[in-house]
């Protein structure tokens, strides 16, 4: 008896013994060749999946040892940076196997103006300035835009450390 998808043919297993008593269905076991056929159905789209899931682990497993061997190299002083590079922009968040790397914005962009202006000890407006001046602004290494509220105009404009690594270089020249 093949395998029927049509749910008002199925019978539930409340009624089975009932059915069963009735003649419907039939009253034999299974064969080994009746359940190949019937588990066919479904091994074909689950084995693509299986499949595309060894190799997404064996990117991750590739991923994690080039990851420990430069870390290695780098702790051994023979380089120079870690491999993982952390990001907040989208498209740049990527590890060595080409898979994303995401962090919330409001952890990587830690500095409202006020922020920045406290740390290099000058005031809002200076600091204002001096982010134009440095074209600081839209750039995503250093600023992002994050909402606050439901109008368009209920944001907050946020800057990360390298962003106010490099005002504290432009105070210095």
């Given at each position: 008896?093949?395998l029927?998808?049509n749910?008002?043919k199925?019978?539930?297993?409340s009624?089975?013994?009932?059915?069963?008593?009735?003649?419907?269905?039939?009253d034999?076991?299974?064969?080994?060749?009746?359940?190949?056929?019937?588990?066919s159905q479904?091994?074909g789209?689950?084995?693509?999946?299986?499949?595309a899931?060894?190799?997404?682990?064996?990117?991750?497993k590739?991923?994690?040892?080039?990851?420990?061997?430069?870390?290695?190299?780098?702790?051994?002083g023979e380089?120079?940076?870690?491999?993982?590079?952390v990001?907040?922009?989208?498209?740049?968040?990527v590890?060595?196997?080409?898979?994303?790397?995401e962090?919330?914005?409001?952890?990587?962009?830690?500095?409202?103006?006020?922020?920045?202006a406290?740390?290099?000890?000058?005031?809002?407006?200076?600091?204002?300035?001096?982010?134009k001046?440095?074209?600081?602004?839209?750039?995503?290494?250093?600023?992002?835009?994050?909402?606050t509220g439901?109008?368009?105009?209920s944001?907050?404009?946020?800057y990360?450390?390298?962003?106010?690594?490099?005002?504290?270089?432009?105070?210095n020249?």
């Amino acid at each position: 008896m093949p395998l029927d998808s049509n749910p008002e043919k199925v019978t539930k297993l409340s009624s089975a013994r009932s059915v069963r008593r009735d003649g419907a269905v039939e009253d034999r076991p299974i064969t080994e060749s009746k359940m190949l056929e019937l588990f066919s159905q479904f091994i074909g789209p689950l084995s693509s999946e299986i499949r595309a899931l060894r190799d997404e682990s064996a990117l991750l497993k590739n991923s994690i040892g080039m990851m420990q061997k430069q870390f290695e190299a780098v702790k051994n002083g023979e380089a120079a940076d870690a491999a993982l590079h952390v990001t907040a922009d989208k498209k740049a968040a990527v590890d060595i196997a080409s898979m994303r790397a995401e962090i919330y914005k409001e952890d990587w962009y830690i500095y409202t103006t006020g922020h920045l202006a406290e740390k290099l000890e000058i005031s809002p407006h200076q600091t204002v300035s001096l982010i134009k001046q440095c074209c600081l602004k839209g750039n995503s290494k250093y600023h992002t835009e994050i909402a606050t509220g439901r109008s368009d105009k209920s944001k907050v404009q946020k800057y990360s450390e390298d962003a106010l690594s490099q005002l504290r270089r432009e105070l210095n020249k």
